[in-house]
């Protein structure tokens, strides 16, 4: 499975498939980091939270008001910090596994990993400062 990402400096887009462990993903194009925003499932989702960098899973459900709200903010959050955030969405009406691994009762919930390892939990839609407040200590 592959996800585009569109570069924020050049506005190329480009398929990424996999990123070596450590790495961030750049612009075929121009070489600059590309916002990392992807859609993660029950069977990628181990690899998914493994990068170099602070990785936000965003739990959701297309019905969810709350979650529409807070979708644009992590593209925003995913496009402020390419090269130093990674965002995974998950949807728990297809992908149910993770949520239950991790005993995700209500959504959105975000879970915040760093070095594959969970760091903090944040539930229900909160500003842009707030989260970008809440990456940054924990």
């Known amino acids: ?7 924020a400096a050049c506005g190329a887009k480009n398929r990424v498939t996999t990123v070596p462990a450590g790495q961030v993903p750049t612009c075929a194009r121009c070489g600059a980091a590309l916002p990392w925003l992807i859609q993660g499932t029950d069977a990628t989702f181990t690899q998914d939270v493994q990068a170099g960098v602070p990785v936000l899973v965003d739990f959701w459900a297309p019905w969810c008001g709350p979650c529409r709200v807070i979708g644009p903010v992590l593209e925003d959050l995913a496009r402020e910090r390419a090269g130093k955030l ?5 949807n728990v009406d297809d992908h149910p596994h993770a949520p239950g691994q991790y005993q995700v009762q209500g959504i959105p919930t975000l879970l915040l990993f760093r070095n594959g ?5 944040q539930v229900g839609a909160a500003p842009k400062g707030t989260l970008s ?3 940054d200590a924990t």
């Open 86 to 90: 990674k965002v995974v969405k998950v």
């Open 133 to 135: 407040a809440w990456i």
């Open 1 to 7: 499975m592959s996800d585009v990402l569109t570069c």
């Open 117 to 121: 390892q969970l760091a903090g939990r």
